[in-house]
């Protein structure tokens, strides 16, 4: 044991060389035992990693540009080193100069390196202190540089992480935002006390921290000041991090968050730090800072290396804690944590040399607890444990990661206000911590953070049975468990669909496509082809469960799909139920939506999964019509809402049970897609409304009030009906491409455009079929008497340009009047080919006038409400008044028209314009009820000639 440093009768230059001097010789300790676990290539690493950031040369590992800040202070290769870097590079000559700047303050490797708990897999966290008044392009440099060094370690097998670090903005409270590697500004106090309790300085200045004394760790700021005051250290000699004299009580709240998002991955790393959070939480505000324990034994020359452990400082530490709390079940999950965290098993012998220290101590340290070779056996058979046993240990850890939280969330509300922590890094915590931990109906959860290596099951079976509630569902059982051994087993996991059980069997690589499934019962609906297929399709499809982080940046986000698999009518044939009850099966109708005579879908069930932004599996479960539509809904909302940068995700279907499984499946699989290309961004938007015709009925998807929602529709007249309903913008209507297929809907919709007013027309039967569609997308519809085409293209031309006319009038005065008159109207005749479908061509109207025996037909009025507003029906030079003639305005008017017509024939009577005074003030003046207002007049007028005409 050394000579106790003692500041009492003075600070001596000796005193703090000695000082420096014992920090450095537990730093080189902990350096030799780093390099001791690495193989030689990688002390390589470790041996130039100074020497890299001390040159730029583009021969060697990391070189970014010349440009590249460099240059560690205090840093000399040594011969070796340099002939390594040779060894290296043949061409490698180092060239000594002297610099007047060093842009790069030093280099530390912190965490476990050099600990109990490190290992050959440990990664390498290493602080990259450089100059402060480096700019943003130089920092970008030294960043790139930093990066290539990592890629480089990668290709020895090590995982390095640099971290840029300004030492006075880390002083200042400045730190880097949340990153899958970095607390952010969550923990800065307790970060720095980790850095000063397992930092091991490899390269440039030492910590300031090491030179004020332990009794003066209260005064540090003004201390540090002294003897920089006094020249006692030089200030380009050392760092100034910063002291732990005041932590803000709100930094524990950030630890618990983080540290538990760092424990969905590592619980077994994270539990004892959160511990050790906890009992910092506990001695606040005078809390008894591990750092200073080792400070503490420097300072009195007892610095045995093992007892200066950071991890078995921690451990130590933690064990009071828990013990004076009698929380013993929580001790033996520390204990169980530090023993796999140093991946020693005690239970075997190693030929290893003599100096094998770890091995050691935890000996000592298992003894200490009364472990048994048993209870070491089965410790260090943990990779080879088997599900039930890894489900029991990843339930203790979430209940201990949670219930940790909890106390530390407790503490922080009790004594502290939020402001002083970033809400926004809290939040995206929050949601990480929810998508991993929070157990969910139908979300696949991962059951195995690097508890074993394999769950493999070489046999399992599968039961599909009624629950209490009567309902059916699936149950797991490990192995062959048939149905009366299923009677007194406990099921390994439930599920109502079979999707979801298979998913969370592969995603958790419980089985693979080697594995034994038995069905039960023995007249189970889903057989082992389908069983098999199902398999398939999931192994094809998702990956299994990975420690493979999510980006911070989607959680910033609500969660949006990444994926869509649906899995149709699983244990259930349609066809075999249509046979049965008699139902046509040979049929030119082979819509899968509304198929044969009776027009059935065979659509029974859908299994919806969809991997999601923030790393979830969901699963749902639909039934029917109902469900196949709410399916949708769920899938637009969860790949459009809240993804506006990315492609959304084109859904995938598959149907195995069936003869017509795959047009089944074909036929989900593009209703699915189209529906999403009409509600994306690429088509018409979130304005769309999609219809689709399943069975005999309509149904109409669209978003409103921030949501997709559908609803039913009886019949074609109903949909005409909603279609003409009145849109305040552009609201374009998709109709499916096997839907109202013997209409010219579809035809219509398509080409729909905003702004235009379209005509389209079609005779049949003596009948005219008259669509307009409006410069908002409403359909205006009317059935009339076979018309004249040029006629019929006239008339409507000249109402449609008045009515134009009209609306650019009443336009507000800052508006371009010239808008509506240059927006012609289209025509467009409907026509069948060959197949049935309906072609639109274009029509151009006649260009000359109308002949002068062609009577215009009027209507002068102060509004549209004709029982009120008093109004005029003009033919020609005659005015027909509705006060003067009243209900028998219309026959008066009918007869006049149909006296003036050559033989009196009594074809339609169209309304040539309109002319309404008070058009400008009417709220719902628009075209699509100018046009049914026209509809409406004429229909009595029309009435009345068919009355005069028997």
Known sequence: MAEAVSYEDGIGRQQLLTVRRRFLGLHRERLRIITRELTPNQRIFIDLLPLLFHINHPTLPGFAGSDTPIGIPDYAPTQAVLRLARKLSRSFEYKKRARRRFHIQALYLMGSIGSIAHTRGSDFDIWLCHDPELDRAA?????????????????????????????????????????????????????????YRTGVLLAGRYPVWWMVPPEEEANYTRYVSMLFHKRFIDPLDCLDFGSLEAIPVEEFLGAAHWQLFKGIESPYKTILKLFLTEAYARDYPDIRWLCHETKQAIYSGDFDLRKLDPYVLMYQRVEQYLLGRGEKERLELARRCLYFKSEQTLSRERLRPRDDWKREVLQALTKDWGWRQGELVNLDSRHSWKIDQVMDERNNLVRELSYSYRLLTDFAREYASTEAIDQEEISLLGRKLYTALEKRPGKIDSINPGITRSLYEARIS???????????????YLGEVNEQAARVTSPLKTAACLSEI????????????????????????????????????????????????????????????????LFLNTGIDPMAYLAKVGKQLTTERSDPLSFGSAHSSLVETVEQLITTSWGETLVTYHQGTRGLLECLCHYLRMALQGNAAQQPPRATAHCFNSVRGGSTARRVEKLFNDVLNCFSAAGSGLNSRYLQQIEDDFYLIHYQNEKFSYFPIAGEQEALDILAEHQHSFRPTTIDSLSLAATPLPCIMRLNRAGAIQVFYSTRKGQTELYILDEHGALFHQQMQEADEHYLLVQQQRFLKGMLLLRSLSLPGDQPAHRYLLDAPEFYHLQ??????????PRTPPRHRLPDSYMELRLISEGLDLNQAPHLLVCGD?????????????????????????????????????ELAGFGTEENATTIQLLKFKKRLEGRLNQALMKLSR
Not at 462 to 476: C, D, I, M, P, S
Not at 523 to 539: D, T
Not at 878 to 907: C, M, N, P, T, W
């Open 139 to 195: 920092r970008d440099l030294l960043r790139l540089k930093a990066r290539k060094i990592e890629a480089w370690g990668k290709e020895l097998n090590l995982e390095v992480h640099f971290f840029l670090m300004d030492v006075d903005a880390f002083r200042g409270g400045k730190l880097d935002t949340l990153s899958h590697e970095s607390s952010g500004t969550t923990q800065p106090h307790l970060l720095l006390e980790e850095f």
């Open 462 to 476: 599968l039961h599909y049975a009624r629950t209490k509630g009567e309902q059916y569902a699936w149950f797991l």
């Open 878 to 914: 005659r005015e027909f008044s509705s006060l003067e003639y009243g209900a028998e305005l219309y026959s008066v008017v009918a007869q006049h028209l149909l006296d003036q017509r050559i033989g009196h024939k009594a074809y339609p009577i169209y309304l040539t314009s309109l």
């Open 832 to 841: 069948r080919n060959r197949d049935g479908e309906y072609l639109a061509e």
């Open 502 to 565: 298979l998913a969370w069997c592969h995603l958790n690589r419980l089985i693979n496509l080697t594995t034994i499934v038995t069905l039960y019962p023995q007249e189970n609906p889903v057989r082992q082809a389908e069983l098999g297929a199902i398999l398939g399709a999931l192994s094809n499809i998702y990956q299994p469960h990975e420690s493979v982080p999510v980006p911070m940046a989607r959680l910033k986000q609500p969660p949006y799909a990444l994926s869509c698999t």
